[in-house]
């Protein structure tokens, strides 16, 4: 059965498209004509090393010689990068759309899980500009006031560069916004010192920006956002983008928040803390 879970069901012969403990008991009535319990088949899967995550995409249209051919590429950028002095920033865009985000809820037994929505507009969303340093953990952010265009991608390349003294090696995906006459005109720019690097097509696990905007939750009409340094900054969700709190850790947040009933949990290396809904300036540690 290990064997079997580890690929699709239809390679065993089951018309399912993943496998769940029905697929399992299934499985295991169609061979050994025993049924078993929804317990049983999931006791099952963790005896033999299973666990249950949340799947991330896998782009089939990715080129897997593109990808390789990147890596080692990437592998001599940063030889160049260690004997110029030069700094390596992944950039990417990041949009925050103000509908709710749909994730695990704790309710009563035979309840629903409802979460109220506005329907708001595809176009009310908040969106940015990032560029993490891998070497260094430096991080550059822009808001941005529309839509991402050749326009608004020189501007961010104007600031990282403003900020930063050293020859830059920008690294970013083939978006529209990363391309056009005002990017082509910026780096004609004299004693630039900046050199782009796309990324292979439909490769976004290849970007560490991506996980820049992990740290941040939608609970009803607050917004959790956490930083590399250790802070949890609490906002008023909506276009105002009031700050309602500022609360220090005592590392760097670890993993995204997480909501359970009305209390926040935040995870660091070291601790586990709770945010309760009515002490936003308060973070206990969970024992």
Not at 44 to 65: D, I, Q, S, T
Not at 74 to 81: E, I, V
Request: glycine fraction near 8%.
């Amino acid at each position: 059965m290990k064997a079997a879970v580890q690929g699709a069901p239809r390679d065993v012969g089951i018309d399912r498209a993943d496998w769940n403990w029905k697929v399992v008991r299934q499985f295991i009535r169609d061979r050994f004509q025993v049924t078993l319990g929804r317990s049983s088949c999931v006791n099952y899967l963790h005896r033999l090393g299973f666990v249950l995550k949340r799947p991330k995409k896998r782009l089939l249209k990715a080129n897997p010689e593109r990808r390789a051919t990147f890596v080692r590429e990437y592998a001599l950028l940063r030889a160049t990068a260690a004997e110029t002095g030069a700094k390596i920033f992944f950039v990417d865009e990041a949009h925050f759309y103000a509908d709710v985000d749909l994730r695990g809820k704790w309710v009563l037994k035979g309840e629903p899980a409802l979460v109220g929505s506005t329907s708001p507009r595809y176009g009310e969303k908040a969106s940015y500009y990032s560029a993490v340093c891998l070497e260094t953990g430096e991080v550059e952010a822009m808001e941005l006031d529309g839509n991402s265009c050749a326009e608004t991608s020189v501007a961010f390349l104007q600031q990282v560069r403003t900020n930063h003294a050293e020859p830059l090696i920008i690294i970013w995906d083939n978006g529209p916004a990363h391309g056009g006459d005002a990017i082509r005109a910026y780096l004609a720019t004299p004693d630039l010192h900046l050199r782009l690097v796309r990324l292979p097509a439909y490769s976004p696990d290849f970007n560490p920006d991506e996980a820049i905007w992990g740290c941040l939750l939608l609970a009803g009409d607050r917004l959790y956002v956490g930083n590399i340094e250790g802070t949890m900054t609490v906002l008023r969700a909506g276009r105002q983008k009031e700050v309602l709190a500022q609360i220090e850790m005592d590392a760097p947040l670890y993993s995204r928040p997480a909501q359970v009933g009305d209390a926040l949990y935040l995870a660091t290396a070291n601790r586990l803390y709770f945010i309760a809904a009515k002490g936003l300036n308060r973070v206990s540690r969970a024992e």
